[in-house]
């Protein structure tokens, strides 16, 4: 007797693409989080660099993992909710997060540590 392994090859396709899905949520979710007390800490008149290494870290690392994620899926897979188009919102809404930050600090702000 044989055994059949498209289903389960199919099966583990469809696994992997949970996992990685969820996993972009949970990843999203840390960097939105990072982002926003990172923004709030670097608007603190008392800067605590713990914190702050502490925040920048968390956002890149979960930056990274959300990169690295994006570069595994293909366009094609059908999840419900495209896992690339839950990084593209994921990384919009870190990008204006940043660029409001960015713009309400002066020239100065942005050149002095």
């Known amino acids: 007797m044989s055994w059949v392994r498209a289903g389960t090859a199919a099966a583990t396709a469809a696994r992997l693409a949970d996992v990685r899905a969820d996993l972009t949520d949970q990843f999203t979710e840390a960097a939105d989080l990072a ?3 990172l923004i709030e800490a670097l608007q603190d008149d008392d800067l605590d660099p713990a914190i702050l290494r502490a925040l920048a870290t968390v956002a890149g690392i979960s930056a990274d993992k959300l990169i690295t994620l994006g570069d595994r899926v293909s ?7 495209s896992l690339l188009d839950q990084l593209r ?6 990008a204006a997060a940043l660029a ?10 942005r050149t002095t540590p």
């Open 35 to 37: 982002t926003g007390r």
């Open 75 to 81: 366009a094609t897979d059908d999840t419900g909710d």
């Open 89 to 94: 919102n994921g990384f919009d809404s870190w």
């Open 100 to 109: 409001g930050h960015d713009q309400d600090r002066t020239t100065d702000e």
